[in-house]
């Protein structure tokens, strides 16, 4: 079997980080990009026993550095062989007309642009030696809207379209795409949803048992082994303690006229 190689964006924290270790371990070549190369370095060295492994420390935002980066890739790491779209954000849960516009603009050029630029940039690759497979990190957010998810949630949305959009354009060859819905997880989310306010991250998962990120690079892994002919194409997955509420009635809203 020829060792595959994974480009794991978002990888100095929670699910991307979990992903390395757990591809680490199967003997998979990795490429870790984030912006903090201190953590990246930290990982690449821990993990360096286990598997080939280099470092990408870039702003995924920010395309021609992104292209420099991914052009600076010498064999056998330029060719990518699984690409795990994970890198994302939520900023802020204020409502719409309160929320930072800058906030908005910085999820959107993070979950939606920088991962199309990333998928265009790749695609190619694997359009060329006819395999791959793509892997986007979704939210439940991007299904069940919830108040000051707004953009977070819209942002969302948009990977899980783009997911089947992608799987219309690539049917006939040999390239899997798979959109990851986690609800619920603790990792580094909620602190920098709340600008490193720990309290307040902590409230979130206060009294539960949510998600870990080795729950979802688990899931992950199993996505990336299924046989050949089979294409998980989407998965939500909750911990046991989350699920539905009832839509909200607001009972003030009598219009006497009509
Ligand atoms: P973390 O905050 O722990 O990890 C986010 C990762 O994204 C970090 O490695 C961060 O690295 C990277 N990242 C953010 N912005 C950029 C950027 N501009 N350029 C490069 N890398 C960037 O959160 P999670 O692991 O929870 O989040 C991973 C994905 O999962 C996100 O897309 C998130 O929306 C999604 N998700 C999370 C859920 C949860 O409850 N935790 C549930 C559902 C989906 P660095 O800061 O070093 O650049
Ligand atoms: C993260 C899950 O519910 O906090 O995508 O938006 S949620």
């Known amino acids: ?46 993990l360096a026993a286990q598997c080939e492994v280099c470092v990408l420390a870039v702003d995924i935002t920010d395309t021609p550095a992104l292209e420099h980066s991914l052009n600076s890739l010498n064999k056998p790491f330029n ?61 439940t957010a991007g299904h069940w809207p919830y108040p000051g998810g707004n953009v977070y949630g819209a942002s969302k949305a948009f990977v899980q379209m783009f997911s089947r959009e992608l799987r219309a354009d690539l049917l006939g060859k040999k390239i899997k795409v798979s959109n990851i819905d986690p609800g619920m997880a603790e990792t580094e989310f909620s602190l920098v949803r709340f600008n490193q306010a720990q309290e307040k991250a902590d409230k979130v998962y206060e009294g539960t048992t949510p998600l870990g990120a080795e729950d979802i690079a688990d899931i992950i892994h199993w996505v990336c082994n299924t046989p050949a002919h089979v294409n998980i194409n ?9 699920a539905w509420g009832p839509l909200k009635v607001d009972r003030s809203m009598k219009f006497a006229d009509e």
Request: with cysteine; net charge neutral; charged share 15%.
């Open 79 to 139: 060719n990518v062989d699984i690409l795990i779209n994970n890198a994302g954000l939520a900023l802020g849960l204020s409502a719409a007309d309160e929320a930072e516009l800058s906030d908005w603009q910085t999820m959107i050029a993070t979950n939606v642009t920088a991962l199309v630029t990333m998928t265009r940039l790749i695609l190619p690759g694997m359009v060329a030696q006819n395999s791959g497979h793509i892997i986007n990190i979704g939210s």
């Open 234 to 242: 989407t998965l939500e997955v909750m911990p046991l303690c989350q």
């Open 1 to 46: 079997m020829m060792t595959k190689t994974v480009l794991i964006t978002g990888a100095s924290s929670g699910f991307g980080k979990a992903c390395a270790q757990r591809f680490a371990q199967s003997g998979y070549r990795l490429i870790l990009l984030a912006r903090r190369a201190d953590r990246l370095e930290e990982l690449a060295a821990q």
